[in-house]
Nanobody, 123 residues
């Protein structure tokens, strides 16, 4: 199994940027697609973005298209979520997750979850 640790969360003003990092260990990171999810306070966890094993394919939920960018560095066993022009309603705990198939990640069926990192966007 892959172990995942997110970092980079924090407090940011509306309109500002933040970059999240997902560090992977355990099994071969490049064998997995990676996804980012968020869970706002009192709500369910939802899909944000996903990237395939070799970064060929990416998916984004409609609300973040053009503002968020998912990327990965397989040599470093890292994945990233660059978030720009953040909105207060995007305050949430952000999680990374993996599965060998990007379609499964997009559907929320994953092999491993990280512990999450809190992102708070002030208005």
């Amino acid at each position: 199994q892959v172990q995942l640790v997110e970092s980079g969360g924090g407090l940011v003003q509306a309109g500002g940027p933040l970059r999240l990092t997902c560090a992977a260990s355990g099994r071969t990171f490049s064998d997995y697609a990676v996804g980012w999810f968020c869970q706002p306070p009192g709500k369910e966890r939802v899909f944000v973005a996903a990237i395939s094993m070799r970064s060929i394919t990416t998916f984004y939920t409609d609300s973040v298209k053009g503002r968020f960018t998912i990327s990965r560095d397989n040599a470093k066993n890292m994945a990233y979520l660059q978030m720009n022009t953040l909105k207060p309603e995007e305050t949430a705990v952000y999680y990374c997750a993996v599965h060998p198939r990007i379609s499964m990640v997009r559907d929320g069926t994953v092999d491993s979850w990280g512990q999450g990192t809190q992102v708070t966007v002030s208005s």
